[in-house]
């Protein structure tokens, strides 16, 4: 009788297992046909921030803690260290911006660095004491102006080359986890936590705050090609709004249901191809906005963390990683 009720036990846990098998579509991705991503050598293992090159799409500077500073003149392909003079501070520089030959460059503690002969040369701009928060990032908007914010989400405009500055929020948001902007001028943030997110538009007094509608931490926000709002959570979870109606969610999607990798950042090379990176040279992509995907398993031995996708133009693009890890987009020759 006893052999009886374990057969019987087996075949019930073997048809479980079937069962689940069969509901679990995709647990594993197949892989891209071709990795268009190749790494390059650059002379430092200081933690990477941010990238920003000029009009010509040649000349380029990489910053990171540190006081890491790296400069290209051939599109990326070399880098060689900059030392600019900071009075011995060894600050994490943070975002770098350029538009033409003016640059800009922030980092925590708060400092602001300038530009106008694409990089021969740097000033100093003093910030006033009483600014809220460190800065975070900046952004070049064009001749002598620029935008600015803190890590507690404070907004600044300048138009005549950071003598004077506009606060564009009277509220600050709080301590945030990441921030993004979108080409007009909208932005969105993650609290500290991952519990809520915050969205701004230019002529609001403050900050608009919104529930994450999951269970799930919220990693990381952003503004898609697509029209589209995008949320990384925890668990390796996807989602996208509703195209421009940023309070209509789809459901979430889980690319690769077998594995719970943390996904970091995701980046649009074009309103259909997505690139998403995450822990353990986790790489991404669809190439149909999302409702089917693939891995690059190519790039899966780095022994990084892919946290910052950055696409200059379609045709050029980065991957930044910890432990001074840099990837380059080579474009496929097949590539329309």
């Not at 421009?244 to 996904?263: H, R």
């Not at 050029?316 to 329309?336: C, D, E, M, R, W």
């Amino acid at each position: 009788m006893q052999s009886i009720v374990k057969q019987f036990q087996r075949a019930v846990t073997l048809l479980v297992v079937m069962l689940l098998c069969v509901s679990c579509k995709n647990p594993y991705l197949p892989s891209t046909t071709f990795s268009p991503w190749q790494q390059v050598e650059i002379p430092t293992d200081s933690t990477l921030q941010d990238i920003g090159f000029t009009s010509d799409l040649m000349h380029g500077w990489l910053v990171g803690s540190n006081a890491t500073i790296l400069e290209t003149k051939d599109g990326g392909k070399t880098w060689k260290p900059r030392t600019l003079d900071l009075d011995g501070e060894k600050v994490r520089l943070t975002s770098v911006s350029f538009s033409g030959d003016e640059g800009w460059m922030v980092g925590i503690p708060s400092i602001l660095l300038h530009t106008t002969d694409a990089g021969e040369t740097w000033s100093r701009i003093p910030l006033s004491a009483k600014l809220p928060g460190n800065t975070k990032s900046i952004l070049a908007l064009g001749p002598s102006s620029a935008e600015m914010t803190t890590d507690v989400g404070a907004i600044y405009q300048t138009k005549d080359g950071g003598k004077t500055w506009k606060a564009m929020v009277k509220q600050a948001v709080g301590v945030f986890r990441n921030i993004s902007r979108r080409a007009d001028g909208k932005y969105v943030t993650v609290s500290a936590k991952g519990n809520f997110y915050s969205t701004w538009s230019p002529g609001a007094d403050a900050w608009e705050p919104h529930n994450r509608n999951s269970s799930r931490r919220v990693q990381n926000m952003g503004f898609g090609k697509d029209g589209r709002l995008w949320m990384l959570a925890r668990g390796g979870q996807i989602q996208f709004t509703k195209p421009d109606n940023f309070e209509e969610w789809e459901p979430a999607i889980y690319p690769e249901k077998a594995t719970s990798w943390g996904l970091l950042d995701l980046a649009y090379r074009t309103p259909t191809e997505i690139w998403v990176a995450g822990g353990s040279g986790n790489l991404l992509c669809s190439f149909d906005g999302g409702s089917t995907w693939q891995k690059d398993r190519e790039v899966e031995d780095i022994p990084s963390n892919f946290y910052k996708i950055i696409f200059l133009t379609p045709e050029k693009g980065f991957i930044i990683g910890n432990n001074g890890v840099l990837l380059k987009y080579q474009q496929p020759s097949a590539a329309a």
